[in-house]
Nanobody, 114 residues
Framework: QVQLVESGGGLVQAGGSLRLSCAAS????????VGWGRQAPGKQRELVAS???????NYADSVKGRFTISRDNAKNTMYLQMNSLKAEDTAVYYC????????WGQGTQVTVSS
């Protein structure tokens, strides 16, 4: 059974940083494509960062240069380092694992005050 548990969200001022974590069970993150998505109120969920089994990363244009996705294979944990946060980054952030279908975590709230 795949379980993804996010943590690290919170309230931060614009220009600040946060690091989100996603602890996985029932799946080995390093051999699958995994990523982070977010959903702001009234908007569709969007994928903001992903990393493949060979370490290739991809970012949405809106976060490129500010967000960094990474994995700790020993801990089977994925991270999203978010720098230079903007008010428009406010959303619930979800971790994602693609194993034939998409598996999503329960989400963690990130609020950026301007």
């Amino acid at each position: 059974q795949v379980q993804l548990v996010e943590s690290g969200g919170g309230l931060v001022q614009a220009g600040g940083s946060l690091r989100l974590s996603c602890a996985a069970s029932g799946i080995i993150l390093s051999i699958n494509t995994v990523g982070w998505g977010r959903q702001a109120p009234g908007k569709q969920r969007e994928l903001v960062a992903s990393i493949t089994s060979v370490g290739r990363t991809n970012y949405a244009d809106s976060v490129k240069g500010r967000f960094t996705i990474s994995r700790d294979n020993a801990k089977n944990t994925m991270y999203l380092q978010m720098n230079s946060l903007k008010a428009e980054d406010t959303a619930v952030y979800y971790c994602l694992a693609v194993i034939g279908r998409d598996y999503w975590g329960q989400g963690t709230q990130v609020t950026v005050s301007s």
